[in-house]
Nanobody, 114 residues
Framework: QVQLVESGGGLVQAGGSLRLFCAASGRGCSNNVPAWYRQAPGKQRELVAVIGRTGGTVYAASVKGRFTVARDNGKNLVYLQMNSLKPEDTAVYYC????????WGQGTQVTVSS
């Protein structure tokens, strides 16, 4: 059973930066295609960024150019570097595979003040 633990969220002013971390425990994690998602209050969970097995990345249009996703297969870690944050980036951020095949973790809250 794979467990996902997100961390690194917090309160930041608009224009600031945060780095989120996702730790996955369990076998076979390095073979996955991990992704970051977010869910704002009253909205559906949305896909933010995906990173493939060889490092290729895909981003939602709303974060492209501001967010960077990276992975460390040896440590089963996935990162999300978020720069130039906007109030509309406020949400709970989650990691999972691109097809969301694992149980969701608790997520990490990101709040961007204007």
């Amino acid at each position: 059973q794979v467990q996902l633990v997100e961390s690194g969220g917090g309160l930041v002013q608009a224009g600031g930066s945060l780095r989120l971390f996702c730790a996955a425990s369990g076998r076979g994690c390095s073979n996955n295609v991990p992704a970051w998602y977010r869910q704002a209050p009253g909205k559906q969970r949305e896909l933010v960024a995906v990173i493939g097995r060889t490092g290729g990345t895909v981003y939602a249009a709303s974060v492209k150019g501001r967010f960077t996703v990276a992975r460390d297969n040896g440590k089963n870690l996935v990162y999300l570097q978020m720069n130039s944050l906007k109030p509309e980036d406020t949400a709970v951020y989650y990691c999972n595979t691109f097809d969301a095949k694992y149980d969701w973790g608790q997520g990490t809250q990101v709040t961007v003040s204007s």
